[in-house]
């Protein structure tokens, strides 16, 4: 069974850091664009961040552009989102995803063919 599982997330204050895992299995993912998507609640998902299959390009919202950062490790099947400087509106589930067609990252969601359960992020003012 193919499975991407998200963890990490949790409450923090304003200010304040999370590390989020997304953790691959049931197939490799070393050569899928990876991306993170979050969800408010009554609001669209929305695209996070992305990075391509090498780890060589990454692409963020301008939201958090100078304040998270992904990665990934592919020997591990993980991709990874270090969010700093958190905000309240940075509140949401996150969700990892793959897009098995593509080695370059996309920011639409419908590019995407796996996705994670999602893990919440609260972050409290």
């Known amino acids: 069974q193919v499975q991407l599982v998200e963890s990490g997330g949790g409450l923090v204050q304003a200010g304040g850091s999370l590390r989020l895992s997304c953790a691959g299995s049931?197939?490799?993912?070393?050569?899928?664009?990876m991306g993170w998507f979050r969800q408010a609640p009554g609001k669209e998902r929305e695209f996070v961040a992305a990075?391509?299959?090498?780890?060589?390009?990454?692409y963020y919202a301008d939201s958090v552009k100078g304040r998270f950062t992904i990665s990934r490790d592919n020997a591990k099947n993980t991709v990874y989102l270090q969010m700093n400087s958190l905000k309240p509106e940075d509140t949401a589930v996150y969700y990892c995803?793959?897009?098995?067609?593509?080695?370059?990252?996309?920011?639409?969601?419908?590019?995407?063919?796996?996705w994670g359960q999602g893990t919440q992020v609260t972050v409290s003012s």
């Open positions: 995803a793959a897009d098995s067609k593509r080695v370059q990252a996309g920011v639409r969601s419908g590019e995407y063919d796996y």
């Open positions: 049931g197939r490799t993912f070393s050569t899928d664009a």
């Open positions: 990075i391509n299959w090498s780890g060589t390009s990454t």
